[in-house]
């Protein structure tokens, strides 16, 4: 059974606090905010177009859903009341039930402090507990290095690469496959 409680608060490299938790209802605005500030940032996600506050009250509502049916895990990191990243899992369907798909993003400020290694080891703590899983994908762009370094750390490998997959800044890039066997 879950802990929907979950709140778990965190120190930095830096000092800083941040607290770990499942989204909730009246999140919406932080969560607009962030995405959109990712999107306006042009990083390395796939999403290029902002989010409305209707789509963010669908996501939000469909992560709950997802981690009530203990078909996937949602973890927002917040500074204070600023949210600060975002790691998901979505649990594959059908034969492929035991997969699950990880998914990572950090405001520019939080990043290279550690935040993304505690967010990627507390969502696969999680998974391994709930979602019945043993074995994580996740693509990532082959750019970014700072990102394939820390997977790798974290134990993930290489399978696959498609080749100039992704449209980024006027460019094809390819998309590198991963995987992690739990």
């Given at each position: 059974?879950?802990n929907?409680?979950?709140n778990?608060t965190i120190?930095?490299k830096?000092?800083?606090q941040v607290?770990?938790?499942y989204p ?5 605005d932080?969560?607009?905010n962030?995405?959109?500030k990712?999107?306006e940032e ?14 963010e009250?669908?996501f939000?509502?469909n992560a709950?859903?997802?981690?009530n049916d203990?078909k ?7 500074a204070?009341?600023?949210?600060v990243g975002i790691t998901?899992?979505?649990k594959?369907?059908f034969?492929e ?7 990572i993003s950090?405001?520019k400020e939080?990043?290279?402090?550690g935040?993304?290694?505690?967010l990627?080891?507390?969502?696969i703590?999680q ?6 899983i ?5 693509a ?10 820390l997977y790798q ?8 690469r ?5 449209k980024?800044?006027?460019q094809m890039?390819?998309?590198?496959l991963?995987?992690?066997?739990l």
């Amino acid at each position: 059974m879950i802990n929907y409680n979950f709140n778990k608060t965190i120190t930095l490299k830096t000092g800083q606090q941040v607290t770990l938790r499942y989204p909730q209802q009246n999140d919406i605005d932080e969560v607009l905010n962030y995405i959109n500030k990712l999107v306006e940032e042009d990083v390395f996600i796939l999403l290029n177009e902002k989010k409305t506050k209707e789509e963010e009250v669908k996501f939000i509502q469909n992560a709950t859903q997802e981690i009530n049916d203990q078909k996937g895990l949602v973890i927002f990191a917040f500074a204070g009341e600023k949210l600060v990243g975002i790691t998901n899992i979505g649990k594959g369907r059908f034969r492929e039930e035991n997969n699950g798909e990880l998914g990572i993003s950090l405001a520019k400020e939080f990043r290279g402090l550690g935040l993304g290694r505690i967010l990627i080891n507390e969502i696969i703590a999680q998974a391994k507990q709930y979602l019945n899983i043993n074995l994580l994908i996740l693509a990532v762009c082959a750019p970014n290095q700072v990102a394939l370094n820390l997977y790798q750390s974290v134990g993930f490998h290489e399978y696959g690469r498609l080749p100039q997959a992704v449209k980024y800044k006027d460019q094809m890039i390819d998309k590198i496959l991963m995987y992690k066997n739990l």
